[in-house]
């Protein structure tokens, strides 16, 4: 998806699955409408932000999982939860740094290219994706790589 997409859209997409995902569990537990919303909003917005940090961590899942595992224990420990207006609050104040994700990557956020060697098997899961992974893979719109000790991606492709 992110080859295809880019990281905006790809982010946008994994976040209104996951929010969808949700909604009859959400129901189930008496939230109405504008709590849904709210969470809806929030829940996109930190898929933004998580593909973000998943590319700039060189493809770490466990990265991504703990970002999900704070903003879960921080809803956990915001007060009146529960109530239809904090969520959208939450949500709003979520969506400030994927804005600023947008922002800073520029409009079209599509800072993987189509043939970029993404991190693939299990290596990601635990950070530690091959070199060889990470060598092509453009991050940011000038192209910015992750500092590897001895980067070869120059010679490489020579």
Do not use: K
């Not at 990281?7 to 537990?29: K, N, Y």
């Not at 007060?79 to 409009?107: F, S």
């Amino acid at each position: 998806m992110l080859r295809r997409c880019g990281p905006l859209v790809a982010g946008l997409l994994l976040g209104a699955f996951w929010g969808a995902w949700h909604v009859v569990p959400l129901l189930q537990a008496h939230h109405g409408a504008v709590w849904i919303a709210g969470w809806f909003v929030g829940t996109v917005a930190a898929r933004i932000v998580m593909v973000r940090l998943y590319l700039r961590t060189g493809g770490s899942v466990l990265a991504a999982m703990c970002l999900h595992a704070t903003i879960n224990v921080g809803a956990a420990l915001v007060p009146h939860y529960d109530l239809d207006r904090t969520p959208a609050i939450v949500g709003g104040l979520t969506a400030l740094p994927a804005l600023g994700v947008v922002v800073a990557t520029g409009r079209g956020n599509r800072s993987v290219a189509a043939d970029a060697a993404l991190p693939r098997g299990f290596g990601g899961v635990i950070g530690l994706a091959r070199r060889e992974d990470l060598v092509d893979m453009p991050l940011g719109p000038a192209g910015q790589r992750p500092h590897l000790p001895g980067h070869l991606g120059a010679q490489r492709r020579q």
